[in-house]
């Protein structure tokens, strides 16, 4: 499942190397009467890993569909390097939770090549790209299947491959690796950590798992629990990769996440239960 890196990167995709900075400006987001998150003020590096905790509900994967213009904040704004998001945008690639996003008629080869081919990258060089992301993620075997062949952790891993074929300058991730069992996830967790060092994409990344959190992030977001969700603290990852999941400080940032997240999901229950109870009045 591992593949030379090096090959990836060509004179043809330099141009598309590197990130893209990211601004989130006193946004809200509300659906009705109930507001999902509100005045989030967050600054993303170009080229910086972010990763977003928090329980579940409080937000964290409306955000990132923001950021990709499937959703409308109903206050503030998001710029993505020198433009406001009003849509989607090419320069991002956005991994789903589910594997719906992959495209049933088209085989594993031609779903993966999809991005290059509209960006009329030649046909010869299509295929190498293909070749290379299927190989990054242990199915190059699979190129001429269809999606409904593969289980759902295999067309999770061609939907990652796809993305990453398009070389965005953003990358944005929902979970991307929990539908994978614990030993092809940590395989995936590390050549991620790879391929994000050798193109340095922007990458906004939301898990449930604090381990992958401080495996892969530059930075660690945390949100509180909603409604109206906040960013409540942001932890620097300062920890020489690939990172050691037994040393100390590894242990000692754990806890502190641990304890963080802890009490925004108790928080939460307390909303959640408050709500039953109204209910029933």
């Known amino acids: 499942m591992v593949s030379d890196l090096n090959n990836v990167v060509r004179a043809d995709?330099?141009?598309?190397?590197?990130?893209?900075?990211?601004?989130?400006r006193d946004l809200g987001i509300g659906f009705?009467?109930?507001?999902?998150?509100?005045?989030?003020?967050?600054?993303?590096?170009?080229?910086?890993?972010?990763c977003l905790l928090g329980p579940s509900g409080c937000g964290k994967s409306t955000l990132l569909m923001a950021l990709a213009g499937f959703v409308a904040p109903n206050r503030g704004?998001?710029?993505?390097?020198?433009?406001?998001?009003?849509?989607?945008?090419?320069?991002?690639?956005v991994v789903f939770q589910g594997t719906e996003a992959l495209f049933d008629w088209l085989t594993v080869r031609r779903n993966v090549a999809f991005g290059p081919r509209m960006r009329g990258v030649p046909r010869a060089r299509q295929r190498e790209i293909v070749d290379e992301f299927l190989g990054l993620v242990g199915l190059r075997h699979t190129a001429d299947h269809f999606p409904n062949q593969l289980s759902g952790g295999m067309r999770q891993r061609v939907q990652l491959a796809r993305?990453?074929?398009?070389?965005?300058?953003?990358?944005?991730?929902?979970?991307?690796?929990?539908?994978?069992?614990?030993?092809?996830r940590e395989?995936?967790?590390?050549?991620?950590?790879?391929?994000?060092?050798?193109?340095?994409?922007?990458?906004v990344f939301v898990t449930h798992d604090i381990d992958e959190a401080i495996l892969l992030a530059d930075r660690v977001v945390v949100m509180?629990?909603?409604?109206?969700?906040?960013?409540?603290?942001?932890?620097?990852?300062?920890l020489p990769r690939p990172r050691q999941e037994d040393s100390a400080a590894f242990t000692d940032l754990r806890?502190?996440?641990?304890?963080?997240?802890?009490?925004e999901v108790r928080a939460s229950l307390r909303v959640q239960g408050a709500d039953i109870e109204g209910a029933a009045a």
């Open 187 to 203: 395989v995936m967790q590390g050549e991620l950590d790879r391929i994000w060092q050798t193109h340095r994409s922007t990458v």
């Open 255 to 263: 806890r502190r996440l641990r304890q963080d997240i802890g009490d």
């Open 163 to 184: 993305v990453l074929a398009n070389q965005p300058r953003v990358v944005l991730m929902d979970e991307p690796f929990g539908a994978l069992d614990a030993q092809t």
């Open 224 to 238: 509180s629990a909603g409604p109206e969700a906040r960013i409540k603290s942001s932890y620097r990852v300062e």
């Open 13 to 24: 995709d330099a141009a598309r190397s590197g990130g893209l900075r990211i601004v989130f």
């Open 32 to 50: 009705g009467g109930y507001q999902a998150v509100s005045g989030i003020n967050l600054e993303i590096e170009d080229s910086e890993f972010v």
């Open 77 to 93: 704004s998001i710029r993505l390097g020198d433009s406001e998001v009003t849509g989607p945008n090419p320069e991002c690639g």
